[in-house]
């Protein structure tokens, strides 16, 4: 339906682009669609981590932000526009993709242009999203709940791979504590890991403070490179960062991007033995 058939734009480069393979996944991209303006900004700095560091940074992007805390958040294009900005970033930059679903018939449209269909947390045991998803035979990637211990993720993975999931990854993001912040317990990374062997820290995410400040949720990206360093240390092989090239103009998640121009330096930290 939106998917491009054509041969991306970088292939006809007179300069070959080589992609290197890595073992360790990273995405990173905008929370949300705010303009295909952005789209492009954040394709070209990752087409250019790329290429300097043999990485395959994955974009994301949402097409709908469906859990604001308020009704009159920003919540992007929405589906249809939303999956054509994105199926022209995968065209003019040969980037894979990662969205977020939230209702079970968004998936097969959502597979025609992504390559990983995301799992928000709060639905993470969504039955027929999960079967959904894994019907496409596009990776899912199930982030972990706020209310769940990374062990309990096994359940999540079950569904998903019994309704023929190819491959299923799981996402830590930190747990609510009931005082208005995230509180991130990295023995669920190695928890994780004995259910499916790519697990990847959500950077961004878990540095939220989610009380509702002015109707909006709060956040500190000062801890963005503790949070992907120490997930390291326990063994996490993806890291997920939301970016923007001005976080605090940002529509959605504006206190947890971390800012674009310092992507390349954390990647390089990452990819370092």
């Not at 035979?137 to 019994?162: C, H, S, W």
């Not at 326990?234 to 939301?242: K, L, P, S």
Request: with cysteine.
């Amino acid at each position: 339906m939106y998917f491009c058939k054509e041969k991306c734009a970088w292939q006809n480069a007179r300069t070959p682009y080589y992609i290197y393979m890595k073992d360790t996944v990273f995405i990173a991209g905008p929370c949300v669609i705010e303009s295909a303006e952005l789209l492009d900004q954040v394709a070209r700095q990752l087409v250019g981590i790329n290429r300097r560091l043999g990485t395959d940074i994955i974009f994301k992007a949402s097409f709908d932000k469906a859990n604001r805390t308020s009704v009159h958040s920003f919540r992007g294009p929405g589906l249809e526009q939303g999956l054509r900005m994105l199926a022209d970033v995968k065209l003019k930059y040969g980037l894979r993709l990662l969205t977020d679903i939230h209702e079970s018939w968004q998936a097969a449209p959502v597979a025609e242009v992504c390559d990983v269909l995301q799992i928000p947390a709060f639905l993470c045991r969504q039955t027929d999203l999960l079967v959904a998803a894994a019907r496409t035979g596009r990776t899912v990637n199930i982030k972990k709940a706020q209310f769940l211990a990374g062990r309990d993720m096994r359940y999540p993975v079950e569904k998903a791979q019994d309704a023929g999931a190819r491959e299923v990854w799981l996402t830590e993001r930190g747990n609510m504590m009931g005082y208005g912040t995230l509180v991130v317990d990295f023995r669920n990374i190695s928890d994780m890991l004995s259910i499916v062997p790519t697990v990847i820290m959500d950077c961004t995410h878990s540095v939220q403070r989610p009380d509702a400040q002015g109707g909006k949720t709060g956040g500190d990206r000062r801890f963005v490179e503790p949070m992907a360093l120490a997930a390291k240390a326990f063994g996490a092989t993806g890291y997920f960062m939301e970016v923007h090239p001005k976080p605090d103009e940002g529509l959605s998640d504006a206190a947890n991007m971390l800012e674009l121009d310092k992507l390349e330096a954390l990647v390089g930290k990452l990819l370092k033995e």
